[in-house]
């Protein structure tokens, strides 16, 4: 009797995963800051550095956490309203950094590796398959090649209609989660989350039009560098997007379906799979951060796991990270993309989380303390 293969239960996947999401320790973050207060300083004098322990002692729910395995995933996918000339780039790309990506010529594999975090590349819809990703291919393959998770190469043209199916977007969301916590049960600490789709920023304009209420010549911007006519048509494509679609901003997985991205879904998935994992999730640009507006519209308490590596030079960049009361840690004028700023902001983070495990004590080191800081004699 042949054997039937398990039904992938989207839905639940998704439903549990997000019930699963607990609020950081609020203990772990007091004792650190009570350890902060301890170190050989002034109070304070770390400025965000001390923030940042603070934030990760909480997800990471001890008081001098260390980061002992970091992982940015690279989701990538191509986007049908490419086709509308709102990148400077072909479609071809997309596939083409793909393979740049596996070898290690990227700027997001020299920056991993000065963090010392693995690169886990997804294939979530590019148009073209690489030699690595057959489209027969599922899952993970060994030595670290492409994870391949697409349903479709590339969504439709959102101008024209739905991006893709509403089961779809479903379908990515949950395999997300799934690959992040398959991730986190292998000991990852922090996700950092990556992307590359020639036209994903004209998805992410769209999705942050519609789930910040602000309009789309705000939340556009010039992406691959395009010049005034084709920036022009950009504005009037998302706006044609959300005319013929009219996603709904109360459902974040019909805007993710009708707007969105394959790679986007996807990562939406990472944040909420690695928060219910109880990792931290680094943001990376504008499509990493319209990725994370679709998962804290399903799941608001994944924000709190939430940390902004950087501020885009797109506008709607900005306005995407206020509505998730994010404050970035860099500001470099970064447009990459490819998990390029959450892998500098790893660096930073690691820092932060050494100071406390490495410094020394005002009492171990015989250091007296100022004079507001001494205890009040007996």
Aim: proline share 6%; with cysteine; aromatic share 2%.
């Amino acid at each position: 009797m042949p054997v039937t293969a398990p039904v992938f239960d989207a839905e639940g996947l998704i439903r549990t995963t997000i019930a699963a999401i607990r609020d950081p320790d609020q203990a772990s973050r007091d004792a650190a800051r009570t350890l902060q207060s301890c170190l050989t300083k002034p109070a304070g004098a770390l400025g965000r550095l001390e923030e940042l322990h603070a934030f990760a002692a909480g997800v990471l729910r001890e008081p001098a956490p260390a980061l002992d395995r970091k992982v940015i995933v690279v989701a990538a996918a191509d986007h049908g309203v490419a086709a509308d000339g709102v990148s400077a780039y072909p479609r071809d790309v997309t596939a083409q950094m793909l393979q740049n990506f596996l070898v290690g010529g990227a700027a997001v594999n020299v920056l991993a590796a000065h963090a010392t975090a693995e690169v886990r590349i997804v294939d979530a819809g590019v148009l073209r398959d690489t030699e690595e990703s057959p489209s027969s291919s599922t899952g993970r393959r060994p030595g670290g090649g492409v994870i391949t998770e697409k349903l479709r190469p590339g969504t439709d043209n959102m101008t024209l209609g739905p991006a893709m199916p509403r089961s779809e977007a479903e379908t990515l969301i949950a395999r997300g989660i799934a690959l992040a916590r398959d991730e986190c049960g292998r000991g990852a600490r922090a996700i950092g989350l990556g992307d590359m789709g020639i036209g994903n920023t004209t998805a992410a304009a769209a999705i942050t039009a519609v789930l910040t209420g602000t309009p789309p010549r705000t939340t556009a911007g010039r992406g691959t560098g395009i010049d005034d006519p084709a920036f022009a048509g950009k504005i009037a494509a998302i706006e044609r997007a959300l005319a013929v679609n009219e996603p709904d901003a109360l459902d974040p997985i019909d805007v993710a379906a009708k707007v969105g991205g394959c790679e986007i879904a996807f990562l939406a998935g990472v944040a909420i799979g690695a928060a219910a994992s109880g990792a931290i999730v680094v943001l990376d640009g504008y499509p990493t951060t319209a990725a994370a507006l679709i998962a804290a519209a399903l799941a608001p308490a994944c924000v709190e796991y939430m940390l902004a590596s950087h501020l885009s030079a797109e506008p709607g960049h900005r306005i995407a990270l206020e509505h998730l009361g994010l404050a970035p840690v860099l500001d470099l004028g970064l447009r990459l993309g490819e998990g390029t700023g959450a892998a500098l902001a790893m660096t930073i983070l690691d820092a932060a989380l050494r100071l406390p495990r490495e410094m020394a004590t005002f009492d171990a080191a015989g250091v007296s303390r100022s004079a507001s800081e001494r205890r009040p004699e007996p």
